[in-house]
């Protein structure tokens, strides 16, 4: 039985975020998932929004995740 889809919406500042944070844990050699499944959730989620973003592929992608991580820190409550 396949899983019913499930949408998230994020804002473009919180989606850069996440992804830059999603690169850097799935770049690590050691994990603390219990399960396989768990990073094949975190890669897939990775791709998906490397897919949807376009600031990755700027010259000016740090300046960016500079000012997105502000943005986000900004609206936190």
């Known amino acids: 039985m396949r899983s019913k889809k499930v949408k998230i919406e994020l ?3 919180a989606a850069l975020v996440l992804y830059d944070w999603l690169t850097r844990f799935n770049q690590r050699a050691e994990t603390d998932c ?7 959730v975190l890669f897939d989620l990775e791709a998906r929004l490397a897919k ?3 600031a990755p592929l700027q010259s000016d992608y ?9 943005h986000v820190r900004d ?3």
């Open 11 to 13: 804002t473009s500042d």
């Open 34 to 40: 219990a399960d396989q499944a768990e990073e094949c």
């Open 52 to 54: 949807a973003l376009v």
């Open 62 to 70: 740090g300046d960016r995740l500079v000012q997105a991580r502000s």
């Open 75 to 77: 609206e936190c409550p």
